[in-house]
């Protein structure tokens, strides 16, 4: 179990302190005391090993489930021992420019919180430190633990989407360049990005639903007092979901910008093509009249008819191009 426990601690009066090893023992001396917690946290356990922690605390097997699973949509769940959240911590990756996602599973109970982290991305160690270094924010038991992960998460949502906001501003200058986006890889890039940026709406999107309950309702194993703290998590989670409905928008525009600009270089290729493509019909179609095998055609035997009509298709050929260079074909 070492390896999967992350970390594990009995938090009294917001101050950590040191306890039995067993988990059992752990819990039932938090219990004992009425000001006290057990906080365990784990790194993507496999069934077995979790079944040692989901014995322990009591947890209902269906939540059990989806926190070993993982692949799920942020949610929160209230059963009888415990109440079961999932959030989607985001990870911006400014060399490759990707936004990766992780899943955090939250158990909170009577005394106890179980953490469940599977990827890179869930700030666990960061909120648990600075956790400890503000016992007075600690000190209002498992709750306390919840809107500090809640709130760690949903403020990353609002660095990533400005990292984001960065890139795609890049983005849009490329687009809109004097080039009009020439290189053949803008719409490809248009493409990566609505893939980051949706990858992002499955993560902040479904937590609105689960934080306004937290914000709005009376909750088991939650504090009525900490709904005004879970109001300002919802108000920051409702900003980066704004943020990442405008970066979406912002790409289809560019989309259709991209292909707009497109289409119009298209048609200015097509009306070069065909102003060379009459310019040249001139020349051709009097070559082949006078390439004609007869014996009797005008101007055969007059001395001045081979430069007088290479003459006449320069001219053509010359009114043709100034025409359709005032007409901006050329």
Do not use: C
Request: glycine share 6%; no cysteine.
């Amino acid at each position: 179990m070492r390896p999967v426990i992350v970390d594990s601690a009995i938090y009294r009066d917001g101050r950590r302190t040191s306890g039995p090893d067993d988990l059992s023992d752990a819990l039932a001396e938090a219990r004992a005391t009425g000001n006290a917690f057990l906080w365990v946290g784990l790194h993507e356990p496999t069934h077995a090993e979790f079944a040692h922690v989901s014995d322990e605390f009591a947890l209902h097997p269906l939540a059990v489930e989806d926190a070993l699973k993982a692949h799920q949509r942020p949610k929160l769940e209230i059963y009888d021992d415990s109440l079961f959240m999932v959030l989607k911590p985001v990870v911006y990756e400014p060399e490759s420019d990707r936004v990766s996602s992780g899943e955090l599973m939250v158990f909170l109970g009577d005394s106890f919180v179980v953490t469940v982290r599977h990827g890179e991305g869930a700030p666990l160690t960061a909120v648990r430190q600075r956790l400890e270094a503000e016992p007075e924010v600690l000190r209002h038991g498992p709750t306390s633990v919840l809107y500090a992960i809640s709130d760690a998460v949903v403020d990353h949502y609002i660095d990533v989407a400005g990292e984001l906001q960065i890139d795609l501003e890049e983005l849009e200058a490329d687009v809109f360049a004097p080039s009009g986006g020439a290189p053949t890889g803008t719409a490809e890039r248009i493409y990566t990005a609505k893939r980051q940026v949706l990858e992002f709406r499955r993560a902040s999107g479904p937590l609105a639903g689960p934080v306004a309950k937290l914000a709005t309702g009376s909750l088991p194993f939650v504090h009525d007092h900490a709904m005004p703290f879970f109001r300002d998590v919802q108000d920051h989670l409702l900003r980066a979901n704004d943020q990442v409905e405008g970066l979406d928008r912002l790409l289809s525009d560019m989309l259709s910008a991209h292909l707009a600009q497109m289409g119009v270089r298209q048609n200015d290729d097509m009306r070069k093509i065909s102003a060379w493509a009459a310019m040249a019909a001139v020349p051709t179609m009097v070559a082949g009249i006078y390439g004609m095998n007869f014996r009797h055609m005008p101007e055969l035997d007059w001395v001045w008819s081979y430069p007088a009509v290479i003459l006449l298709m320069a001219g053509i050929v010359t009114v043709l191009y100034r025409l359709f260079k005032r007409r901006g074909w050329m």
